[in-house]
């Protein structure tokens, strides 16, 4: 009888010794983007971009935060945030967001559809609501998002990585003219870079 007790007391203390380290192993595995790669990306750009600014790191060290949603300021700040980062990057030739002189399909030249895309008013709007849905939602705010998928909705642009990377530049510009703190932008970049491999064709 006490040889069964030990043996079910041994057991227990294996399963919770066991569950206690895959949960640490599922935090210490945990990524503000949901990607690692992405993160470290996003780490790098604003250790960089802090560098040339000659700012030191800061950082909230409590161990509970507000979602990064509610730390934008919401519906509100990310509305504000991305109109400004959409208007920024149209203006930008680097990011070349209008996909000016780029053509897919056809046969040598022959056939080849244009990707260009001419903004209006209503387009700029729509795009500017289908990318503050999908921030809110990968920053924790509410679940809806109607647009259509990362990687059909930019096929056959042809985005390279330099395209990409000048648009990362323009939201860190737009995060900055918005006032926002080192923490939340190397979040909200690191979702943004978190699309690189569905968004970018030409590496």
């Known amino acids: 009888m006490q040889r069964s007790l030990l043996t079910v007391a041994v057991l227990s203390l294996s399963l919770v010794a066991g569950c206690a380290s895959e949960q640490a192993t599922k935090a210490k595995d945990y990524h503000t983007s949901g990607n690692r790669e992405a993160d470290q990306r996003a780490e790098q750009y604003i250790a960089k971009d802090q560098a040339i600014r000659g700012e030191a790191a800061t950082?909230?060290?409590?161990?509970?935060?507000?979602?990064?949603?509610?730390?934008?300021?919401?519906?509100?700040?990310?509305?504000?945030?991305?109109?400004?980062?959409?208007?920024?990057?149209l203006a930008d030739p680097r990011v070349n967001w209008k996909r000016l002189g780029v053509t897919s399909g056809g046969v040598l030249g022959v056939g080849a559809k244009s990707e260009t895309w001419t903004p209006t008013p209503a387009t700029i709007e729509q795009l500017k609501k289908h990318i503050v849905q999908f921030l809110s939602l990968?920053?924790?705010?509410?679940?809806?998002?109607?647009?259509?998928?990362?990687?059909?909705?930019?096929?056959?642009?042809?985005?390279?990585?330099?395209e990409f990377g000048a648009a990362i530049g323009d939201l860190n510009y737009s995060l900055d003219a918005h006032k926002v703190a080192i923490d939340e932008k190397k979040e909200l970049i690191a979702i943004v870079e978190s699309t690189r491999p569905q968004i970018v064709e030409e590496r």
């Open 59 to 89: 950082g909230d060290q409590s161990d509970v935060k507000p979602t990064l949603y509610v730390r934008l300021g919401g519906e509100e700040g990310l509305k504000a945030i991305v109109s400004d980062w959409v208007d920024r990057a």
């Open 138 to 162: 990968a920053a924790g705010g509410p679940v809806h998002y109607d647009g259509r998928d990362m990687t059909n909705a930019h096929k056959g642009m042809q985005i390279t990585n330099d």
